[in-house]
């Protein structure tokens, strides 16, 4: 396993890694006179027929991340799933489709942040859906899976993400989006060059997660293992991420806290079942322990 220095090796940019200190000093604990309102009310446009498992995992992430208020917005084949499995997150359900989501729910100035991608799949009309979304939001968003698919089809569309949104791919999605790369170090370069150019924040998930800022600044994650390489994964993250835009964490912030939590859930995971049997719902399940960590120094 490659240790950090090697990792990024070549690439010659400063950077800082994201421990469990750094998360601290991000944290902010919860006011005891606070309701669900104070807490940001966040909205999910998730899956498709056959992938609405991707909707369920960022959902439940996001609610068991500190959001107050979740509405998920699926086709109508989702319905009865989400209201079963997560009675606790609201639905809203598309009325073009059954199958696929081709249209945006109402009120989106009403939502503290949205998270789209995890199982929308790339059909024309989910396409088009997105571009609605892309030019009716100025307020910073996490993009993820295939929203960036889509985005990757048609370059110019990175020109339409508002200004400081997450974008978090996986090296395939990254090479799709901005351009292949023969090798880690100048992945990384491109990573930060982009979110510059777009003034974005791209999350380059890996061993050493990259969160590259539309500053210039660069933070390594220092958390998580290879049990994380699991179908679903980036889908716990994208509920991650959004529950922390929702509770008003600056974006960037907002990608680091998420993105250690995420790895450092992933290890409890790991410590319990083993890299090899743990799930990504078991990720969800130690989303507590790494608060409990973070917060009190123990995860008992």
Known sequence: MKDIASFVKGFAEPYTTVDLAVARSIYKSRDPFSNKGTFGHALLLAGSYGKIGAAVMAARACLTSGAGLLTTHLPACGYAIMQTVLPEAMVSIDSGSRSMLTRLPPGLKSYKAIGAGPGIGSSEPTQDMLKKLLKASSSPMVLDADALNIISTDKKLLEKIPKNSILTPHPKEFDRLFGPSAEDAQR?????????????????????????????????????NAGMAKGGSGDVLTGMVTAMLAQSYRPQEAAKLAVFLHGLAGDMAAALYSEEAMMPSDLIGCIGRSFLKLKLGTDN
């Open 188 to 224: 990384l370069k491109l990573a930060r060059a982009n979110a510059m150019r777009y003034q974005i924040i791209v999350v380059l998930k890996g061993h050493y997660t990259g969160i590259f800022c539309p500053d210039g600044n660069v933070f390594f994650n220092t958390s998580g």
